[in-house]
């Protein structure tokens, strides 16, 4: 009996070690060393709730006294969705926000920790993830693989650019720009900015002369952030009516409701010269020398 052989402080909580499930799962204790998760095991400091197998899966003493079986240990193969959350969350919840992944798109959907990350089985060295990150995500969202062929894109296929640079898949606070409406997971960057900023710097500002439109709307305002059959990921085709969406003189009721300008008395829009808007309003997000972005 295997269980005879234990120290028996452990054995009153129904702990016996990882050790003891070498026998029987060899195959996952072989690949076991490399997971992260085997530190618990390894720094032998951890309580026995907190190491190894039974980190995860629970008290082990009944399953190994039965010799196998499902209802004797926590199998995640039984677990709902909000099971597993729990049990990850155990241990995970400094690094990930309760409060944000519950609210999140993906746990409200029922997509949670086993759908993305694989204990076991993962093919990729780092954060055990089911598969590469872009196959992961583009699995489900098989729509946003098509928006990154594009003529305009970030280079996120070529492995440039990778999702998780804008998204957090936990679930992000909501945005601060655009008024906090549809966050998209769209990760918040450091001092509340848009992730944009992280790789876009000399977008960053602080300009004497700040362009609305870029610190309130948003970058989203203009550009299509993950790919546009346009040139510089633009919403439109023709840059006078990307502005002329706000700059439209309907006073007071610009996008912001707070009264856009209308383009200047002397801009004759049928005059082809003033159709090419940035060809003159150069330093469109933001100037240190020019209110009017000018230079
Ligand atoms: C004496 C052999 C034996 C030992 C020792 C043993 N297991 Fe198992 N285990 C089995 C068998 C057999 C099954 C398959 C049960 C089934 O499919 O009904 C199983 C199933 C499981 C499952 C369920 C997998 C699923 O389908 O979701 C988990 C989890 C598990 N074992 C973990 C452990 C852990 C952790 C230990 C060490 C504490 C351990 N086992 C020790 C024989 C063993
Ligand atoms: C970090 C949590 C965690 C730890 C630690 C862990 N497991 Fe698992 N285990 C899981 C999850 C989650 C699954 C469900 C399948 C998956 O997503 O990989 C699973 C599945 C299993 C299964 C059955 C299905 C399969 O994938 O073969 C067995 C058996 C098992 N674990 C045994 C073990 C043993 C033995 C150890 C220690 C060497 C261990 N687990 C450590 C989380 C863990
Ligand atoms: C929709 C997919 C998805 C879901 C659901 C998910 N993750 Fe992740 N997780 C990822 C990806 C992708 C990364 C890698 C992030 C990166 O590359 O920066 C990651 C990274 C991590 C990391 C390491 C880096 C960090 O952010 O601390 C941990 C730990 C982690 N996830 C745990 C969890 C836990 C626990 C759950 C469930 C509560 C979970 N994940 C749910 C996709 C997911
Ligand atoms: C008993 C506590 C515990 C539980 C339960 C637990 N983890 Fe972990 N997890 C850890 C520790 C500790 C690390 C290692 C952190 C480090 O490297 O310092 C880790 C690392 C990870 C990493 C890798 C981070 C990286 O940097 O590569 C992922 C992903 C992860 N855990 C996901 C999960 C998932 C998914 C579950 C639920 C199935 C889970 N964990 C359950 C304690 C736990
Ligand atoms: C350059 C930053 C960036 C990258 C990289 C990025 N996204 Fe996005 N994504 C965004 C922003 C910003 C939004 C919000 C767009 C909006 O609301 O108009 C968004 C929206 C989404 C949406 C919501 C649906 C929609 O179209 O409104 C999904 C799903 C999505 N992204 C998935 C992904 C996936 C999957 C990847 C990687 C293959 C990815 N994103 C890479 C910035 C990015
Ligand atoms: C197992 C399927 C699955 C995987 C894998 C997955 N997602 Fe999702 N994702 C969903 C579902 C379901 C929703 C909610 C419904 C919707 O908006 O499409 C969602 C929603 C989203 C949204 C929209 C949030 C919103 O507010 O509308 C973004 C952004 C997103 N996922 C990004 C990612 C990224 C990035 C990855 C890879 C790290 C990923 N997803 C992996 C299934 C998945
Ligand atoms: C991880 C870094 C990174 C992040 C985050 C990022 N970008 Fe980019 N962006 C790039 C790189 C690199 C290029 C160059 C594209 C190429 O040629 O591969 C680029 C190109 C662009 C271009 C087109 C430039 C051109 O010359 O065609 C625009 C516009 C743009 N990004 C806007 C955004 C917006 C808006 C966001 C936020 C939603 C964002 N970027 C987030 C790295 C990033
Ligand atoms: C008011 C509309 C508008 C907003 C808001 C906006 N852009 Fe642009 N952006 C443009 C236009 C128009 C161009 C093309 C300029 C040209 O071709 O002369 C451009 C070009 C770019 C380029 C490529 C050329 C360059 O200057 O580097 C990048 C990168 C870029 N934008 C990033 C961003 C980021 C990041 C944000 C948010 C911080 C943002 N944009 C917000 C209108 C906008
Ligand atoms: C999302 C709405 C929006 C878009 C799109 C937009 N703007 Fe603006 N723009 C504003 C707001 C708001 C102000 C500040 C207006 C004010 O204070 O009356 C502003 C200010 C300006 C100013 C400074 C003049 C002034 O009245 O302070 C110029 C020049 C300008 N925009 C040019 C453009 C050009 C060129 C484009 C197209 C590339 C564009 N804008 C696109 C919202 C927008
Ligand atoms: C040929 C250069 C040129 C082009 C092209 C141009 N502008 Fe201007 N814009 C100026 C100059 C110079 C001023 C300041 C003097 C004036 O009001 O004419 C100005 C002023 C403005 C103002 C501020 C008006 C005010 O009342 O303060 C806005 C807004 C503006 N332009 C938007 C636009 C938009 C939108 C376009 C594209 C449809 C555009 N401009 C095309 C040169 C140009």
Redesign the pocket.
Known sequence: MVIALLAPAVLLAGYVGSQVCRSCHPDIWLNFFRNPHFKSIASGKEPPERTGCEGCHGPGAGHVEARGGKQNIRAFSLLEPQG??RA??DC?AR??SRAA?RRSA??LAE???T???SIHRSPVP??L?ARR?TD??YECHAEVRAQFSLPSKHRVNEGTV???DCHN??GAQAATWRMGLRPRMVEVAQANEQPCLRCHADKRGPFAFEHAAVRVDGCEACHLPHGSMNARLLRRPVVFTLCLECHNGADGFGRQGDGVRLTSASHNLADSRYQNCTGCHLRIHGSNSSPLFLR
Do not use: A, R
């Open positions: 597993v959350l990850c969350l995970h690094e990930i992944i993906h746990t997509i949670v920790c759908n993305c990350h780092q954060f993830l990150q992961l995500c990778k999702c998780t898949p936990h």
